[in-house]
């Protein structure tokens, strides 16, 4: 998640790297290949840019993220499909849902759109796979496995998360958010206070423990992909269980997911209370919230229809300094 509003290229150049003066237009153009930044010595190399100068100035985002919707300038179009069905439904959960059929007052992100970010979520996890594997990713494509007769909710979450379709395991659609916020992550069934909505501990989740690591996979892959990453990337730095705890995911690490849980919009940006929280809820009123590791749980009765908000607070610090302490 890049930090929004700083001007990394006046930063830069106030502290001397003058990272942003001599870019030109094409400093990302083609094939991203990191030759055509680096004409010679003193040209602003970007191995060593800031997760914001990847976003603001080598990929130039900005256009890519804020101004979504319109694909003038987009290298990886997809052909507009008008005929299809725009509203989006976790693919396993289709049958499920069918009775909910009603269509919710938020506007809908088109088939085109959605079928661009499931290749990119593909993309980015098979590469994630031959490149970078420091935690195992379920191999799966995705697609709609369909739901059998009488599997209960339960069962289903389950066999979501043994297949790492996905990392949200109750039913979802994808939808827009509004203006400026992009994409965003909408109920399709009532959740009940206290549910697991996401666990991002089912091999749907990449990871990376060096920043410069996820600079390279940032800036080898094309634009909007590109743009999109640098988007859903977050850094967390995750409590271990306890002192024999050794999971290679604990302490300063970039995450990525590859499903729809990298679409859930922040909560506390817009001063509004949160319906989702990482952590475990407390099991008696007086307890507090376990430490926030890969469970995230309602926090309250979600009715179909709302978006699902999380406070990035929960996992990342607001400054997002641990982008800078990893390298970027
Ligand atoms: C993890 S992504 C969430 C998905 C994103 N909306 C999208 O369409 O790709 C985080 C980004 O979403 C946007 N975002 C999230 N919450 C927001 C909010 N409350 N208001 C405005 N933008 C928000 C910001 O651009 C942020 O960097």
């Given at each position: 998640?890049?930090?929004l509003g700083?001007?990394?290229?006046?930063?830069?150049?106030?502290s001397?790297?003058?990272?942003?003066?001599?870019?030109?237009d094409?400093?990302h153009h083609d094939d991203?290949?990191?030759?055509?930044?680096a004409k010679?010595?003193?040209?602003?190399?970007?191995w060593n840019y800031?997760?914001d100068?990847?976003?603001?100035?080598?990929?130039?985002?900005?256009?890519?993220?804020?101004g979504?919707?319109?694909?003038?300038d987009?290298?990886?179009?997809v052909?507009?499909?008008?005929?299809?069905?725009?509203d989006?439904?976790?693919?396993?959960?289709?049958?499920h849902?069918?009775?909910?059929?009603?269509?919710?007052d938020?506007?809908?992100?088109?088939?085109?759109q959605?079928h661009?970010?499931?290749?990119?979520w593909s993309?980015?996890?098979e590469?994630?796979?031959?490149?970078v594997?420091?935690v195992?990713i379920?191999h799966?494509?995705i697609?709609?496995?369909g739901n059998?007769?009488?599997?209960?909710?339960?069962?289903l979450?389950?066999?979501?998360t043994?297949?790492g379709v996905?990392?949200?395991?109750?039913?979802?659609?994808?939808?827009d958010?509004?203006?400026?916020?992009?994409?965003g992550?909408?109920?399709t069934?009532?959740?009940r206070?206290?549910t697991l909505?996401?666990?991002m501990?089912?091999?749907?989740?990449?990871i990376?423990?060096?920043?410069?690591?996820?600079?390279?996979?940032?800036?080898?892959?094309p634009r909007?992909?590109?743009?999109n990453?640098?988007?859903?990337?977050?850094?967390?730095?995750v409590?271990?269980?306890?002192?024999?705890d050794?999971d290679?995911?604990?302490?300063?690490?970039?995450?990525?997911?590859?499903?729809e849980?990298?679409?859930?919009n922040?909560a506390?940006w817009d001063?509004?209370?949160a319906n989702?929280r990482?952590?475990s809820?407390?099991?008696h009123d007086?307890?507090?919230?376990?430490p926030?590791r890969?469970?995230?749980y309602a926090?309250r009765?979600?009715a179909?229809?709302e978006e699902?908000l999380?406070?990035?607070?929960?996992?990342?610090?607001?400054?997002?300094q641990?982008?800078?302490?990893i390298g970027?």
């Amino acid at each position: 998640v890049p930090v929004l509003g700083e001007d990394a290229c006046m930063e830069s150049e106030s502290s001397g790297e003058n990272a942003c003066a001599s870019l030109s237009d094409d400093a990302h153009h083609d094939d991203n290949d990191p030759k055509n930044v680096a004409k010679d010595d003193t040209d602003p190399i970007w191995w060593n840019y800031s997760i914001d100068q990847l976003f603001e100035d080598y990929f130039a985002c900005a256009e890519i993220t804020y101004g979504y919707g319109d694909d003038e300038d987009d290298s990886e179009d997809v052909s507009k499909n008008d005929s299809g069905d725009d509203d989006y439904v976790h693919p396993n959960l289709q049958q499920h849902n069918e009775e909910n059929t009603e269509v919710d007052d938020v506007d809908v992100v088109s088939e085109a759109q959605l079928h661009k970010i499931r290749q990119q979520w593909s993309d980015i996890r098979e590469k994630y796979i031959k490149e970078v594997n420091l935690v195992p990713i379920v191999h799966k494509e995705i697609i709609d496995t369909g739901n059998d007769d009488g599997e209960s909710e339960a069962e289903l979450n389950i066999r979501q998360t043994s297949r790492g379709v996905s990392a949200i395991v109750v039913p979802i659609r994808i939808g827009d958010a509004g203006a400026k916020k992009g994409r965003g992550v909408f109920a399709t069934e009532p959740i009940r206070k206290g549910t697991l909505v996401g666990n991002m501990d089912n091999g749907s989740t990449g990871i990376f423990k060096v920043g410069h690591s996820w600079r390279e996979f940032a800036v080898s892959l094309p634009r909007e992909t590109a743009c999109n990453f640098i988007e859903w990337s977050w850094v967390q730095t995750v409590p271990p269980i306890d002192a024999m705890d050794d999971d290679i995911r604990n302490g300063l690490t970039i995450f990525i997911a590859f499903d729809e849980s990298n679409l859930m919009n922040a909560a506390d940006w817009d001063g509004v209370e949160a319906n989702v929280r990482c952590g475990s809820p407390p099991k008696h009123d007086d307890d507090e919230w376990g430490p926030c590791r890969f469970h995230y749980y309602a926090v309250r009765d979600i009715a179909v229809g709302e978006e699902l908000l999380i406070n990035y607070g929960d996992f990342e610090d607001v400054y997002q300094q641990g982008w800078t302490d990893i390298g970027l």
